[in-house]
């Protein structure tokens, strides 16, 4: 039987560095975080596929790939303020957590960010803060962050998430259609400018919010 370490050198050499993940940061840190504590209890088992898993309240853990993938994009240094939107499980947010200075992250559904937050301290994860809300209006007060990675497909970009970055700063945001969406990075050059890079096509579930999409519009919850 595989133990769940080896499936996890496993997983970042098979699916992250064979499909072109190569910042050493990255890699070294899903090597550091346990991806069995974020899963749903008896899907242990299941948590180094190349998959997105169903967590509580209808909503996924990415595949581990697109976490790497969006993380690696972000070029979060290590004193780097990193806001995440969409806490899910808190997997990404750990693996964040590694690499970063310190993590903001926000979750709709409060029963995920206090599964996330349990996680966190029974890993002894300090440098991460979770709340409850709308992240799709950002978190003005911890404002500007060197990165934001939004876990969950918009309409369109977030203003207020743009207004939020501070300048160099990298927006990582799925937007498009609610069933696929194009991965965008959106770097800002100065005080009301900011490049824009395609980086290919995904499928998360819906951003929900003032700048996201309407809850009716939606068949996720
Ligand atoms: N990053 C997560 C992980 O590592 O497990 C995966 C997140 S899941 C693909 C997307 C999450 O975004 C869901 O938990 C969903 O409830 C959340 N979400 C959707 N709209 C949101 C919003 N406006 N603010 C905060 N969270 C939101």
Redo the contacts with the bound molecule.
Sequence with gaps: MVTLSRARDNMVEYQLQRRGISDRTVTKAMRTVPREV?VNPGFEEFAYEDT?LA?N?G????QPFI?ALMIEKADIEPNDRVL??????????AVMSRIARHVYT????AA?AEEAKQRFQRLGYRNIEVRV????KGWPKAAPFDAIVV??GGPSVPQSLKDQLDLGGRLIIPVGGESEQRLLRVTRTGADTFDEDDLGGVR??????AE?WTAEHSLYT
């Design positions: 974020f997105p967590i309240e909503q996924t853990i990415s976490v995440e939107i969409g806490t899910g499980s808190g997997y990404a947010a926000i979750e709709r559904h995920l809300g709308d992240g799709s876990t969950a998360f579930v819906p951003l929900i919010g996201g």
